[in-house]
């Protein structure tokens, strides 16, 4: 069974940077979507960034302009870097791999941006 394990969670001050890694273990659906979900206490979770195989990245308003998503397709990784952090970033993020035939989740990473 395919696992998702996300690091480089951690405690940053506003305005610091964080890069968040998440590797799947076995082999995964070559044709799939690589990305970052988040949750923060007392919400929903939210899609903050997503990219394909071929490299063509989405994210949200929120993030735009300050985070950057990459894969490596060799290690069957996804980055996160997350620069210019602000408080409201706060929340566990997850990492998810999503084809035709899994949808797979990671058990998250926290991050937590002080003011």
């Known amino acids: 069974q395919v696992q998702l394990v996300e690091s480089g969670g951690g405690l940053v001050q506003a305005g610091g940077s964080l890069r968040l890694s998440c590797a799947a273990s076995?082999?995964?659906?070559?044709?799939?979507?690589m990305g970052w979900y988040r949750q923060a206490p007392g919400k929903q979770r939210e899609l903050v960034a997503i990219?394909?195989?071929?490299?063509?990245?989405t994210y949200t308003d929120a993030v735009k302009g300050r985070f950057t998503i990459s894969r490596d397709g060799a290690k069957n990784t996804v980055y996160l870097q997350m620069n210019s952090l602000k408080p409201e970033d706060t929340a566990v993020y997850y990492c998810n791999v999503k084809s035709y035939v899994e949808d797979i989740w990671g058990r998250g990473t926290q991050v937590t941006v002080s003011s």
């Open positions: 076995g082999t995964i659906f070559s044709n799939n979507v």
């Open positions: 990219i394909t195989t071929i490299g063509t990245a």
